[in-house]
């Protein structure tokens, strides 16, 4: 059974400061998955990742396939990236998906 | 494009009451799910259809049913509601490995 771990689980950070936040599964995948879930709100899809790096605006997503682990960087961060991230897994025959319990990120002015 | 749409985004109901949630995606997307989030626990797989015609359990199917209509809608029934099944409920699609997730719908048993 997979599992899907992420650090920290909390993190509080202040406006302007870059902030990683990490995730480590356990077994092969297919693709890993970081979403964003506001306080309240739905959750939304930041990257679908294999291999390598993806970059979207101050987003930094990297995955290494070796160690089975993955980073969401966050650059210039901003009190609007408040929110809690997910990692996700992706593996099996039917896209079965394993969920972190989440990051809750708190950006402070 | 709306994307993936969910009924009711709150509901209360009593401990024995039944109801429907309801879910639909215009992406034409072949396979849906649902999750239940509960605090301090990643989300859970209830049930998943990879494709219309078909369903099949996840993680955490006890207490659900669920019926894939159409491509297009995947609805999501309690049939008995107990307090353990306070929860937020998302309904998400997919057509390749991204899944795409609706607003969610705050369910509270009394």
């Known amino acids: 059974k997979n599992e899907v771990e992420q650090s920290p689980q909390n993190l509080t950070a202040q406006e302007g400061e870059f902030i990683t936040i990490n995730c480590s599964y356990s077994?092969?995948?297919?693709?890993l998955h970081w979403l964003q879930q506001h306080p309240g709100g739905g959750i939304v899809s930041l990257f679908m990742?294999?291999?390598g790096k993806k970059k979207h605006g101050r987003l930094i997503a990297t995955i290494n396939i070796q160690e089975k682990h993955s980073s969401l960087h966050i650059t210039a961060s901003h009190p609007r990236d408040s929110a809690v991230y997910i990692c996700a897994t992706l593996s099996g025959g039917y896209q079965k998906v394993t969920f972190g319990t989440g990051t809750k990120l708190q950006v402070i002015p | 494009n709306a994307g993936v749409t969910q009924t009711p985004k709150f509901q209360v109901l009593k401990t024995g009451q039944s109801m429907t949630l309801q879910c639909a995606q215009d992406?034409?997307?072949?396979?849906m799910y649902w999750y239940r989030q509960d605090p301090g626990m990643g989300l859970r797989l209830i049930y998943y259809s990879a494709s219309e015609g078909t369903t099949d359990k996840g993680e955490v199917p006890n207490g659900y049913n669920v019926s894939r209509l159409n491509k297009r809608e995947f609805s999501l029934r309690l049939e008995s509601a107990a307090p353990s099944q306070t929860s937020v409920y998302f309904c998400?699609?997919?057509?390749?490995?991204?899944?795409?997730f609706g607003p969610g719908t705050r369910l509270t048993v009394t």
């Open positions: 990742l294999s291999s």
């Open positions: 992406m034409n997307h072949n396979s």
């Open positions: 077994v092969g995948i297919s693709a």
């Open positions: 998400a699609s997919s057509g390749g490995y991204e899944q795409y």
